[in-house]
Structures are given as structure tokens and as C-alpha cells.
């Protein structure tokens, strides 16, 4: 694997600064924009900002986005337990389908992702439109008292409405039976 690039300082092929909380990054523009539909129009004129050699990116969260920067160049960061919710979040954000592709694999296939919530990881499923996920997911509560763990998960607060649909759904099914529904509802 390729060492992490240190992108708080310039070097030959940046010719882009993104200010997040106060810190600067330095990224070429270029290799973003091959891998993002938002970094290309940023830097080729749909934005204000595509003039801009200096531009602030507000909202995010510096530590996260040099995780997403590790992921995209070619130092290609591995996605862990540790980093797959913001880097979903943020390749969602800034259309980045290489590294969504990535956190969705590492959800479907890893041996750590146990270690993650599974109500948690039905909300990602749904908010972020990974169907195989989302019913990967449902298809592996099999029991009433499996579905009722949900209202105990941290996650169950700040579940979207469309995972909590197909909770009913999987209640349904489990209620009725293994043929009560086709086993890919979403």
C-alpha cells in the first residue's frame, strides 16, 4: 500500500485549497473531479467558487474528509468499522460512486461489520439507497424478538422512515411465514 498523503501541505500536483475548520488541504483538482461529479463542477465552472484557488468547505468534518481524500487517491485507504459511516456520508455528498461502492461492499462483506449495529446499519442501508444491503439486512431478522431489538438500538432514534418501513414489512413476513412475502421487497 502507498503511504497517506499528507495533504496539509503543498506539494507539486495540488493546485487546489479546501479551508475545513479552519485547516487547510491541499488536493489537484484533476484527480478529484475524475472521481466526483460535484468536484468536477466545482472546479470547471458550475459553482462560483471554480475560479477559486482557496475554498472553504463548511459543515464537514476536517478529520473525515482526509479519510475520504486517503480513500479516493492512490494511497486507497481501506475502509474499517471506524470510518465507513462518514465516509458513506461523504461520498454521498460529493458524489463520489468509487468509494460508495467500497463502504457498500465492506457492509455486505466484511467479518468486522458485526461490529457495527445492525439497526444502524439498515438505516445507512435506506438512507443512502443500498436495496442489496437493505435486504440482506431484513432477510437476517427471522425472529419477533430479533425485529423487536430495534426499539432498543441507539439507532432506532434517528432511523428513517424508510428503514423502519421495512422493519413492518419484515414483521409481516416473519408473522406469516417464510412465503408470506417474495424475499426482495425493496
Not at 66 to 84: A, D, F, H, K, W
Amino acid at each position: 500500500m502507498t503511504p497517506p498523503i499528507d495533504f496539509s501541505k503543498p506539494n507539486n500536483n495540488s493546485d487546489r485549497v479546501f479551508v475545513i475548520e479552519g485547516k487547510h488541504l491541499h488536493v489537484n483538482s484533476q484527480v478529484l473531479g475524475v472521481f466526483s461529479t460535484f468536484f468536477d463542477r466545482l472546479f470547471n465552472g458550475e459553482f462560483s467558487d471554480a475560479a477559486k484557488e482557496v475554498i472553504p468547505l463548511d459543515g464537514i468534518n476536517y478529520e473525515e474528509f482526509v479519510e475520504l481524500l486517503q480513500t479516493i487517491y492512490p494511497s486507497q485507504n481501506s475502509i474499517r468499522v471506524g470510518n465507513v459511516e462518514s465516509l458513506l456520508a461523504l461520498s454521498d455528498r460529493f458524489d463520489i460512486p468509487s468509494v460508495f461502492i467500497k463502504c457498500e461492499q465492506f457492509l455486505l462483506n466484511s467479518p468486522d461489520v458485526n461490529k457495527i449495529d445492525l439497526f444502524l446499519r439498515l438505516d445507512w442501508a435506506s438512507r443512502y439507497c443500498m436495496p442489496e444491503l437493505q435486504n440482506h439486512l431484513l432477510l437476517s431478522l427471522t425472529t419477533m424478538d430479533a425485529i423487536c431489538k430495534a426499539s432498543e438500538s441507539p439507532a432506532w432514534r434517528n432511523m428513517c422512515e424508510a428503514a423502519k418501513t421495512g422493519l413492518l414489512l419484515t414483521v409481516f413476513r416473519v408473522h406469516k411465514g417464510p412465503n408470506a412475502m417474495p424475499p426482495h421487497f425493496f
